[in-house]
């Protein structure tokens, strides 16, 4: 009876361990998770009747044990040349949230979000001029993969998921973790943590405690800035943790996971793309295993900061090469339907 009463929990949040102990509630043996997994994250297939190794009476009771449901309404927006999509997610309770696919020559690429707005107010950023709304679960972030795989009907077996969209990943640290780990389950879909990024404003004990999980995820920090002075205005969490603090965090993950760590720098025409800042970023970057990614700041109606001309996009990164170990200049993707990086908030094309 009690499974009547109840709202049954989304299936996308729990991991196999969760639903084999749900299961075993109701006496189902534990390889019963692994079929159910096997069904969902590596078939596609979330209709129980379905199932077909499932047992008759357990595909008719599984509707009412766990919510197989992605979201309550999805629209999705492509761009003209069909490289870049946004995807508006319609949460239970009504708020949205949105996630960005992009093809490039090399791969697809998921951009997933972790909260509806974001409290950290970065001065050039749509998603933080909402305020944070509320954090998501585990499931709705895992129904963002499923979703935009859906979407592209699972032909790329091997795509990457950055945590690049709305909200900072590791203020809602759990359940990304937790999302996280049911994306990587082998017997689901069995996403390797290489392939996933997360990127932060620059939360500094989170990125220790990220470094002692035992995944080699990618690190991203929004670096931004070369000066306390400077950051301190354009990540306001810098002046909780400043740059030395961000920059020594970041080389240990770095260290322990073995991986580069990427300093992505927004370019802001004229505010913080002088020869001197490239001299600084260079100098920060040769002191830690990384990369530098440059992004031309993307507009955001009702900010006034300039995007840098692609010649001083280039001088920039020219001043960066021959001193610094890798620099990317990021591709503006999904700019006309306001998908860009930091243009998530609510814009629609025709904002
Ligand atoms: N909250 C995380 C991830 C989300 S944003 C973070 O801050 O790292 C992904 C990247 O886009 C971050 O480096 C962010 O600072 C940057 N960004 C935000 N607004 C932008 C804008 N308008 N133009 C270009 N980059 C922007
Ligand atoms: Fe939040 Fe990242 Fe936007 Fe800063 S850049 S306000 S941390 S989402």
Redesign the pocket.
Known sequence: MIETLQQPPSLFGLDRDDLARQLSAFSEPGYRADQILAWVYRRHERDPMRMSNLPGPLRARLPGLFDLSLARNVTVNSTRDGLTQKFVLELAGGMRVESVSMRTERRLTFCLSSQVG?A?K?A???TGLMGLKRNLAAEEIVAQVVTMGDYHRWKDDRFNLV???M???LANYDAVLKAIRILHEPRGLNLGARRITV???GLVPQIRRLGEEDLQLGL?V?L?ATTDALRDQLVPVNKRWPIRELLDAAATYGRIVGRRVTL?Y?LLGGVNDTFADAERLSAFARALPSKINL????P?PGLHWQRPTPESVQRFAGWLYPRSPAVTVRQTLGGEIWA????LGGLSPAA
Do not use: K
């Not at 860009?340 to 243009?343: D, I, N, S, V």
């Open positions: 974001c950290l970065c050039f950023c749509a945590f690049m969209g909200g900072e990943p990127s932060t404003s991203a929004s931004h992505e927004t992004i031309p700041y993307n955001v860009a990086c930091g243009q």
